[in-house]
């Protein structure tokens, strides 16, 4: 289940930017989806994810009520809009999924896209 993520870059105190999370095959109606990070120095953390029953979301407490996953099974993409960014929300982002139910642990998940960075400045 190779997966690309898209559209990080340099945002400014308080912006929003969106990435995208495209698979390659129908995965996203079947599969859990998720977004997680990576600081500098830092262990990769989860961010949010969908469950692979019923669609419903998880987030991570750090960005709950500032971020937003959704997705569209019809174009196989998951999406996280991002909203109110701060410093600390600088990272390299990746999506990842796995054929089970949404975990917050990283090494739950089996496939994973390159990361796309994220850069917040103050």
């Known amino acids: 289940v190779p997966l690309q993520a898209y559209g990080g870059g340099l945002v400014q105190v308080g912006g929003s930017l969106g990435l995208s999370c495209v698979a390659s095959?129908?995965?996203?109606?079947?599969?859990?989806m998720g977004w997680f990070r990576q600081a500098p120095g830092k262990e990769r953390e989860f961010v949010a994810a969908?469950?692979?029953?019923?669609?419903?979301?998880v987030y991570a407490d750090s960005v709950k009520g500032r971020f937003t996953i959704s997705r569209d099974i019809a174009k196989n993409s998951a999406y996280l809009q991002m909203d109110s960014l701060t410093p600390e929300d600088t990272a390299l982002y990746y999506c990842?999924?796995?054929?089970?139910?949404?975990?917050?642990?990283?090494?739950?998940?089996?496939?994973w896209g390159h990361g796309t960075l994220v850069t917040v400045s103050s």
């Open positions: 969908f469950n692979w029953r019923g669609g419903s979301t």
């Open positions: 095959v129908r995965a996203v109606s079947s599969y859990a």
């Open positions: 990842a999924a796995r054929p089970m139910a949404v975990t917050r642990i990283a090494a739950d998940y089996d496939y």
